[in-house]
């Protein structure tokens, strides 16, 4: 399978125009990117420009910090979906999972997870892994795991580091084929792309900046 099936190209920056996230989002469509994920406002646009097409249209959920209770990641999750989401990356509370709180943590990808299943829409569990020990991020796969999750994901790529061969290897280690696994943060070239693709990656999280050019060093490659 080509490499744009395997990405999530994120027009994500919050500063961006609205020319500018139709012009990303024609262009992840033009690639074949497995999906364009976009802020929530940018939902009902991104259904209108994928519609008829092979590119998914993905959301970010409590983004980029995780810090809402359980019951608000519902509620965004069903409202998100209303508008036309396929796919949810939502944030862990990552603060609570280094509390050690892991039955909060749960509980509220739970919430998420059974909201999205009822539509038949994936959920991707974002950790910031870079703040997480290696034994929280085993931990935080089985949890999400046991909440149902279709996805654990490295990263917002809006704080700490991005995807390193490390968090993902404990994160593939332990899923052991039991969710899925995708890369996120600091993706901007093909070699890392494909190393991490080679690991067992099943979904990797680029910049829709970066999408373009990686795509094109895969062609010349």
Known sequence: MKLSRYIDSSPLNPSMTSDEVRAAIE?????????????????????????NTDTHVCTVLDFPHGKAPA??????????MEYGAEELDM????????SGQWEEVEEEIRAV????????????????ASQLTAEEIARATEVSIAAGADFVKTATGFFGTGATEEQL??????????CKVKASGG????????????MGV?????????????LAEEANS
Request: glycine share 4%; aromatic share 6%.
């Open 27 to 51: 262009e992840a469509v033009r690639l074949e990117c497995r999906s364009v994920c976009v802020q929530p406002s940018d939902i009902p646009l991104a259904v209108r420009l994928c519609r």
């Open 187 to 198: 993706i901007r070239d093909y070699a890392t792309a494909k190393a991490f693709l080679e």
């Open 91 to 98: 944030v862990m509370n990552y603060g609570l999972a280094r």
């Open 202 to 214: 099943e979904r990797l999280g680029i910049g829709s900046s970066s999408v373009p050019k990686i």
């Open 113 to 128: 997870v059974n909201a999205a299943h009822a539509r038949n829409v994936i959920v991707k569990v974002i950790f910031e």
């Open 71 to 80: 019951a608000v990641k519902e509620i965004e999750a069903r409202y998100y």
């Open 169 to 178: 290897q404990i994160m593939l280690d332990t899923a052991h084929g039991r």
